[in-house]
């Protein structure tokens, strides 16, 4: 599958749990949604996924990407300690400048 460089980074840091590089494919005023809570800006976005690393230990294995005009969708198969492990999430992304703008994570 053929990914875009900053999505490939956000699979490869998520898979590593390393909350600083995941944060770094993002723009400085990149806004998150996930769980019913918006996270704006790196540092805030770093936090998020540094808490969701220690409670959830996800991975994610990409299983499609399709690019649309103002937005992309990767669908991966996340695992992890949740219930109902694994499942498949859509990851609808803003994407300028080769970095994420926002995020929104669906079930």
């Known amino acids: 599958m053929n990914l875009p460089k900053v999505v490939?980074?956000?699979?490869k840091t998520q898979n590593n749990f390393d909350s600083v590089a995941y944060a770094n494919c993002f723009s400085e005023t990149a806004i998150v949604y996930d769980e019913g809570k918006t996270h704006k800006g790196?540092?805030?976005?770093?936090h998020w996924i540094a808490?969701?690393?220690e409670r959830y230990e996800a991975t994610m294995q990409p299983l499609s990407f399709e690019e649309k005009e103002t937005e992309s969708i990767l669908k991966a198969e996340a695992s992890g300690k949740f219930d109902g492990s694994p499942i498949v999430l859509s990851y609808h992304l803003e994407i300028a400048n080769d970095l994420?703008?926002?995020l929104s994570i669906t079930g």
């Open 51 to 53: 808490d969701a690393n």
């Open 100 to 102: 994420i703008q926002s």
């Open 42 to 46: 790196r540092k805030e976005i770093e």
């Open 8 to 11: 490939s980074d956000l699979v």
